[in-house]
């Protein structure tokens, strides 16, 4: 049966090692980051694991269509929502000047939309998905109306995938915390 899990955390609250951790012995990962590379502590979390265990992972950076990358694998960590959901945006919106509340919708129905797919596809697969994403929903509100727009659109994603995912987590200070599942 498939399981996809969602961690979400504020910025270094150990979400990324616990996604590490949580595959550490299993072969054929696919480690999707949407960034243009790797931090160096997971780069060095995922090799040390790999040895020890004798197993190989490959590791994609500057992922932009998570649905082209992800297919066929039996094991499969996203990472990272928010910067996904970033490049959505860029792409319905550049400016941000120009963002209106159906924008923001269409933003929103996107990204769920294509991260829906990823969970089908693990789904059909029988696969294992994590999803790493940041919490916006802690801090003051923003001052700045483009970070407004950033945290409502994201804070909304979040909540849609979270819904559909079997498992919850909350990442805090390194301890991640079962709040679904």
């Known amino acids: 049966m498939a399981k996809i899990v969602f961690i979400t955390g504020g910025a270094a609250s150990g979400k990324s090692r616990w996604a590490v951790s949580s595959f550490a012995s ?26 020890k265990n004798d197993v190989e992972w490959e590791i994609k950076t500057s992922v932009h269509n998570i649905n082209e990358v992800a ?22 919106c550049p400016n941000l000047d120009d963002m209106t509340d159906d924008i923001r919708r269409t933003i929103e129905r996107q990204t769920i939309s294509d991260v829906t797919e990823l969970i089908d596809m693990a789904k059909d697969g ?16 923003p001052e700045n109306q483009s970070q407004r727009w950033f945290r409502e659109i994201i804070g909304n994603v979040n909540q849609r995938i979270a819904n559909i ?3 919850v987590y909350l990442s805090a200070s390194g301890i991640p915390f079962k709040i679904k599942g």
């Open 26 to 51: 299993c072969d054929n990962v696919l480690y999707m980051v949407i960034a243009d590379k790797i931090d160096d502590d997971t780069a060095a979390r995922i090799d040390f694991n790999c040895k």
């Open 71 to 92: 297919g066929g694998r039996k094991f499969t960590i996203f990472d990272n929502l928010g910067a996904y959901t970033n490049i959505v945006i860029k792409r319905i």
């Open 126 to 141: 029988n696969g294992n998905l994590l999803i790493i994403s940041t919490e916006l929903g802690f801090g003051p509100l």
């Open 165 to 167: 995912s079997t498992e």
